[in-house]
Nanobody
C-alpha cells in the first residue's frame, strides 16, 4: 500500500523553525520528484517547494525562498522541509506529494503533476 506520512508540524512563534518530514512506505521515493504544498484557511492550495529525483536541485515559491529548504534522503525514503524565520502567513496545512518524472527532469510546483498525496500536517505560527 502506497503511503506518504507527514510529521513535524506544530505551533511555533514567529521567527522560529520547524522541520517537516515526509516518509514514504510501499514504494521507493527515489523514483519520484517530491513537493511540499500548503493550504491556509480560506485559501487555495499552493506549491511551496519541490525537489527532483536526483541531486538537490529544487524549485521554491518566492514567498519562501531564503527561508525554507527542501532535501531528501533516499536511503531513509524521506523528504524534509526545513522552515526557518517562520511568519504568521506560513500558517497552513502542509502536504507532501510525489510525481513520476524522468530521472533528470526538473520539478514543477504544479499540483496536477502529482499523483500521490499525504494527509497533511498542521503548522501554526503565532505568538
Amino acid at each position: 500500500q502506497l503511503q506518504l506520512v507527514e510529521s513535524g508540524g506544530g505551533l511555533v512563534q514567529p521567527g522560529g523553525s520547524l522541520r517537516l518530514s515526509c516518509a514514504a512506505s510501499g514504494f521507493t521515493l527515489g523514483y519520484y520528484a517530491v513537493a511540499w504544498f500548503r493550504q491556509a484557511p480560506g485559501k487555495e492550495r499552493e506549491g511551496v517547494s519541490c525537489i527532483r529525483r536526483v541531486g538537490s536541485s529544487a524549485n521554491s515559491a518566492d514567498s519562501v525562498k531564503g527561508r525554507f529548504t527542501i532535501s531528501r534522503d533516499n536511503a531513509k525514503n524521506t523528504v524534509y522541509l526545513q522552515m526557518n524565520s517562520l511568519k504568521p502567513e506560513d500558517t497552513a496545512v502542509y502536504y507532501c506529494a510525489v510525481a513520476e518524472t524522468s530521472l533528470f527532469s526538473l520539478c514543477q510546483l504544479d499540483e496536477t503533476n502529482y499523483n500521490y498525496w499525504g494527509q497533511g500536517t498542521q503548522v501554526t505560527v503565532s505568538s
